[in-house]
């Protein structure tokens, strides 16, 4: 049973430019979180998802950022005109249902230069 | 200010000796979980524990949970130094896993 799959593990990107980060979820899971985490901080909650719904979007910046759980496929997590600040690594988790154990992929390592 | 917060910020110990790091939140919490991470690697789930419960175990771990102190530790005995890592404690609030984690626990071990 894999594990969460996120990819990819590195990403570089241009100021400007868009960042489009994916996320596969634990075979049975159908629950989805976003996290953020910058250097020598803890993670911060974005978003959480379930299917072709979006439940919590309260971490989420208001601009540039926006995330989808599609029945098919995986979740994207969707900067758009990327900038310095959004360097950090974003990390996806899943649980077969709200209130148990989250597992975590390995995360996405942004860096916008 | 963060719900969950850890202390110490780091801790340094030789092979073998016991770890203890604590972790002190604010609100309600529906159950807490601890994870590790390894220097830019991703968190590895260790032990949740809910709001009900007093104490867990697993393998060399053990986690306490006193809700009436808002606060939990947790205890890593006869450590190694592939315990060499970052703990957090992120607390659920109930609500799906919308976890709110600290900003870890710096661990070393000394071989």
């Known amino acids: 049973n894999a594990g969460v799959m996120q990819n990819p593990r590195h990403l570089v990107r241009r100021r400007g430019q868009e960042a489009r980060l994916r996320c596969s979820p634990m075979?049975?899971?159908?629950?989805v979180y976003w996290y953020r985490q910058l250097p020598e901080e803890g993670l911060k909650f974005m978003v959480y998802?379930?299917?072709?719904?979006?439940?919590?979007e309260s971490g989420m910046p208001k601009e540039r950022f926006s995330a989808e759980f599609p029945k098919e496929g995986p979740s994207i997590l969707r900067i758009q005109q990327v900038v310095r600040g959004d360097s950090a690594a974003y990390f996806c988790?899943?649980?077969?249902?709200?209130?148990?154990?989250?597992?975590f992929g390995q995360g996405t390592r942004l860096t916008v230069v | 200010s963060q719900q969950g917060e850890e202390d110490p910020q780091a801790l340094s110990i030789q092979e073998g000796e016991n770890a203890t790091m604590n972790c002190s939140y604010k609100t309600s919490i529906n159950n807490l979980q601890w994870y590790r991470q390894n220097s830019g690697r991703g968190l590895v789930h260790l032990i949740l524990?809910?709001?009900?419960?007093r104490e867990k175990h697993s393998g060399r771990l053990r986690v306490t949970l006193d809700t009436s102190k808002k606060s939990s530790s947790l205890l890593i005995t006869a450590s190694r130094a592939a315990d060499t890592a970052s703990y957090f404690c992120?607390?659920?609030?109930?609500?799906?896993?919308?976890?709110?984690f600290g900003a870890g626990t710096i661990l070393r071990v000394k071989s």
């Open positions: 524990i809910r709001s009900n419960e």
């Open positions: 988790a899943s649980s077969d249902r709200g209130n148990t154990e989250a597992f």
């Open positions: 992120a607390t659920d609030l109930g609500y799906g896993n919308k976890l709110v």
């Open positions: 998802l379930q299917k072709e719904n979006i439940i919590d």
């Open positions: 075979k049975g899971h159908s629950h």
